[in-house]
C-alpha cells in the first residue's frame, strides 16, 4: 500500500466518523428540543438556551462543511443544479437559524430583486455556505443580519451584511489565499472561505466561475460577504 | 391562519421518537390531521385509504425495506397521490438521497435532520404557495392531458414571465407524451443551451436514440456525463447507445459504473446481469441478478426473468463436475419462487422446469428427465408466444435434455414467430445449420418487404393480398400479422359488420399471444382498439 492509499483511508475514516457524529447531533438537538417543549414557558427562556441554540447550528454546519470538503476531495460531490425561488431559499436558511436569532436579539431580515425571483445552483450546497455565512455573522452581529439577492450583469449576487465589527484587514487583504486554500490553519472561517469558493466556482455558465468576495461596511456597516453566481 | 391547517398529513419514520416529534411540530402549527407509518408499504397502504395532502417521508426506513424513493415512485406509478399532493423526502443526508432519486420521480422538497418547527412551518408554507400557484398544471398532470398541461404552462407565463424556469419540466414532458418530437428537441435544445440540466440532457438523448439518431444520442451524453457524472440515469442512456453500437462490453463497464454510484436500482441490476450473460461474464451476471432478485422483493420492479437470468448465469458458471451444493439451493430457492409466485404463466412454469433439470442433468439425472417431461406435457398445451430469447433458450436446452425434436420444433416455432428480425435468425442460426429450419421462413419475409412497398403506393387491394399470402405461410409471424391487421383497418369502417373487420379481428387475435414486452406490443393494442371501434 503507498502513501496516497492510506492518506485516503484516514480521511474515509474521519468522514464516517464525522457522519456518525452528524446523526448523534441530530438525535441530540431533536431531544433536546422534545425536552424543552415539556418545560414551563420561564424555563424555555433562559440564556443558556441561546448558547445551545447557536453551538447546535455551529456544530451541525461545520460537520456538515467538514463532509462537504471530503466531498470534495475525492471528487465525489455532486453539482445538482436547479431552478429555486430566492425567497423561498433564504427564508428556508434563516428559519434553520431562529431560535439563535431570537435569544441573541438579533434582527433577521432579507431582500430579494423582484424581478429576479428565481436563481440557478445546487441548493444544498448553497445553503451549507449560507448556513456557516449566517452561523458567522451572528457570531460578529449586534442587533442585525441582513441578506439580500440582486443581480450583477447577469450574476447573481448572495450577499451577507451584519452591524458587527467586520473582517480584520489581513483577511479581506488575503481572501484570494484563503479561497485557493493557502491559508487554511486559521480557524473556520479560513476553512469556510475556502469551502465557499470551491463550492461557488462549481457553479458554471459558459466558462464563467462562480466566486466569493469579502469586505466592510455595507448598509448595517459590518463585514460583507458576497457570493456571485453565474 | 395559514393555509395548511386543514390538510391531511402522513409522516413516514421508522424511528417512533422522530414520527411523535414531528407530529408535536405538526400540532404546535395548528394541524389537526396527521397519520403515521412506520413502513412503506403500510404508507402505499394508508394513502390508497386516504389522499393525503402532504407527506412528509423518511429516505431510509432500514435494511431491506423500501426506501423513500421507492415509495414515491409506486406512489406516483400506482397514482396513489395527486400530482396537488406534497410529497417530501426527510433525511440525514441529502446529497446521498438525490443521488439515488430516478429523474423520473422527484420529491416536491428534501429536508434535512435535524429541522426545527420553524424550519417546518417555512417549508410547508412556501410548497403550499407553490402548488397553488402551479394547480392548474397539476390538476392536467392528474387527469393525464398533456395538451391541458400544455396551455396551462402558457396560461401561467403569461400571467408572470418570471416563473416560466418552472414550467420547463412540465412543458418538456408534455410534449414528450404527445409525441411533438421536433417541438420537444428545440425546447431541449433551448434549454441546454441557456443552463445544463440533467433531466434535460437525459431527456434529449433518449429522444435521439428513440428517433435512431443513436451518434448524437451518444454525443448528448458524453457532454452530459462530463458535466454531471454523478448522475446514474445518464449511464443508463448511454449503456442504452453502446448495446445499439454492437458495444456490449463497453455498456456493461457503463453500467456497473451506474451501479457503483446508485446500487438500488432493480432494473438496472436486471439489464447489467443479462448484459454480462451476453459478454459470458457470468461471475459479473450472477451477482447482478442476485441483487435484482433481493432488491426486487419490495419493489414494483419485481420480475421473473431476475430470478430465472440468477439460475442462468450460475448453472453457466458451473465446472464440467456438475454444481456445488450450495449452488444448487440458490439455484433451487430463485426457481421455486418463479413456479409458486406464477402458477398460471405456462412459459414461466416450463421455463423454470427446464432451467432446473438443466442445472441437475449431471448431478441428478433422475429429478432432471422427470422435469423434462412436465415442462414438455405443459409446452403442448401452450398457445402464448414466448419472446425469442426465451424461446431460443428453451430450445437449446431441451436439446442439452435429449430431447432434440421437441427442441428442433421450438426453433422453427421461434422462426415462424420471429424470422423476419434479422437478429433473432442470427441467434437460431448459432444452434442449428439445418437449411430447413433456418430458410423455412425466407419466402414469407420477402412477400413481407413487397407487402410494404405496395402498402406504400396505397394499393390497398394488392397489399392485402400479398401480406395475405405470406401469413397464410407464416401464421403465427407478428409482423406479417400486424400488416395484414394495418391494411384491413385502412379505410375500412369500424362500426359496421365487414369481411375486411372479421379478418383484421382474426389476425390481431393470433398475435395478442406475443408477450407484451415485445417492442410492437404498442402498436398491436393500437390495432386492436381501432379494431373493436374504441
Redesign the interface.
Known sequence: MNDNEQALDFSTVIASTVHDMKNSLAMLMQAHSQWLGQLPESARQAPEQGVMDFEFAHLNGMLVQLLGLYKLGVNQMPLQPAYHELDDFIEAQLACHQEVFASRGIMATYEVDPLSPLGFFDRELIASVLANCINNAIRFARHAVLISVSDDAGQLVLTINDDGEGYPAQMIERQADYVQGINQSTGSTGLGLYFAGRIAALHQRNGVGGRTEISNGGPLGGGVFRLYLP | MLSYHQKRFLIVDDFS??R??VR?MLR?LGVKEVDTADTGEQALKMCSQKAYDFILQDFHLGDGKKNGQQVLEDLMEEKLISHESVFVMVT????QA??LSALEHEPDA?L????????L???LE?LEQ?KTLLKPILQALDRGKPMEVLNACIALCKQDI??S??CLRFRADALRDLNQNEALERLYDSIIAD????WAFAGLGKLLFKRGQVGQAKGIYEKALK??P??PSLYDGMADVLVAEGDTKGAQRVLEEAIRLSPLAVRRQALLGKLAMTNEDFDTAAKAYRQAVSQGAQSRFKDAESNLGLAHALISKGSERGLDTRTRLEINTTLSAVAKENPSDPGLQIRARLMKATSLLLNDAETADKLTEQALLRLDGMEQFMSAEAALLVAKQLKLLGQTEAGTAMLKNCVEIYGDDPVVMKDIAKQTDDPSILNSGNAAAELNRQGVRVYKTGNLVEARQVFRKALAMQPKNISIALNMAQSLLHGTDTSVPSAELEECRTCLKMVGLMPDTDARYPRYQKLKSKALGQ
Open positions: 421518537d422522530f411523535s416529534s408535536s404546535e440525514a443526508e441529502t446529497s438525490m443521488v428534501y434535512t435532520k435535524p429541522f426545527n418547527r420553524s424550519s412551518a417555512q417549508r412556501r407553490r418570471r416563473y424556469p418552472l443552463r445544463p440540466l440533467p458535466v454531471f454523478m448522475m
